[in-house]
């Protein structure tokens, strides 16, 4: 046999190969954590970059393998709601499954708006979430935080303040619903920001951070369930 004609079975072995590895599903660990973030402006929520690319960036660098992140763009943010009701089918109908994932969310702009009228909807399935932090909010919204948000925070800014007023700038005036149930951190007025260089201060990014490892840390996983059912059915 020619060394040519050799070649050829070897190339269609690898191209078989490449294209199970391909098709093969990927194993995804179980969510513990589901991060939901309403970006601004009217695109497309990843691609192109938006001004809250930073914060989603600063999400996924932390590494958690079982921190889910969902980026919602304003133009169809009835997706959020759909994937969160999705996720937790999935958490429910694992065996071992460590209960319900911890829902943090996140809106800025435009978004901020479709993100407390997200809270509000889960409120109606009755799913609460860790955290709601807003960032300049943008567009008609009410200004109550549901009471299924444990806890919640605003940033807004006055950049170029009184220019532009009221159209240009964030709201201020945002407030716990049942002050029993949520603990509202506050109205946050960032200094020296514009509204396209707020989202991308360090506050706002570390906030979200340490929401997400203390949600991640203090959700049980799978192998500590399997151990505490393990442990219960032992005389």
Known sequence: MRPQLRLFPILFASLFLS???IARPRVQPPCRVLVVT????IGPALFPPTMATPVIKSV???GYPGVCLKSVSSSWPWSASRWVRKQFAA???EEDSPGDPKLIVFGYSLGGSHA???ARAMQRLNIPIE???TVDI???TGAAIPGNVKYAANYYERWMYPLFFPIFYGKKNLYAEDPAKTNFLGNTQILHAGHFQIVRRSNVRQLLCDAVELAYESAPSPAQISRNNSSAAEP
């Not at 309403?38 to 402006?41: I, K, L, S």
């Open 19 to 21: 294209v199970t590895a």
């Open 38 to 41: 309403f970006v601004g402006g």
């Open 60 to 62: 996924r660098d932390l």
């Open 91 to 93: 958490a429910r109908r």
């Open 116 to 118: 407390i009228r997200f």
């Open 131 to 133: 955290l709601l932090v």
């Open 138 to 140: 943008k567009g008609p």
